[in-house]
């Protein structure tokens, strides 16, 4: 068992000699540390850049030699990923390209973080005067997942559905929505996660994708990589054995993303 996607302290997750531990402590083995990664250039999402730790971009180098060093210290396999910010535009996506050209991760996780000048997460509040209509909220942003899957520049799609954990946007999605989702991730080379963020949590779903969207992926019988999306050692504390479980519930053999990326 491999954890694909997992956070370490040169984005907003733990120190990578701890996570190695936990992730060890958990019987994983391997581990893809993929931090946050944004390329924007919108002013107002370079400041949150900024703020919420998306800066991979200036200090991967610096991960990679330290992960060089570690590998000689552990039996756990130690995998070097990336999740970017994808933003529906062209410009962007020529900028998204560049950068892992450039930079030669061993894969790479595109995901949908926000939509306009909001994230879809649950801090967010669209209850409020002078925000979008949640309604609105979803359509975009599953219009930038299915944008995000056509443009064949990741080898996984992260959390394909995180707006089902928002309690506002939750449930707001129509068939249509989950039709052309799934068909996309058919038809794309880019494979899915599933993601056990949630998995300890009693508020909202314990995994992405989602109900009726991931019973349309297994209709279609696309291929699954997982991932934690631990950004802590004490995350791994029990999200290995819940994804365990799931595989092996849904008749789910995961693959590896190296194995896309080549």
Partial sequence: MHDYHAHSAYSDGGHLGRMLDAAAAA??????FTDHCSVTRDPH???QRDRYART???TYERRRAAVERLRAEYDVAIHDGVEVDYEPDPAAEERIESFLADAGFE???????YVGEHTVFSFEDFSTA?????DAVVADYYDAVVSLLESELFDVAGHLDVVEAHPQLAGRRTDEQVRRVADAVAA???VPEINAKRAERDDGPAFHPTGELFEALLDRGVAFTVGTDAHSPEAYDGRVDALTRRCERHGVDPVSPLDAAD
């Fill in 27 to 32: 019987g994983l083995d391997g581990v893809g």
């Fill in 45 to 47: 999402w370079r400041r």
């Fill in 56 to 58: 991979f971009d200036l």
């Fill in 107 to 113: 894969y790479a996780i595109g995901s949908v973080h």
């Fill in 130 to 134: 002078g925000t979008p209509d949640p």
């Fill in 188 to 190: 794309s080379r880019t």
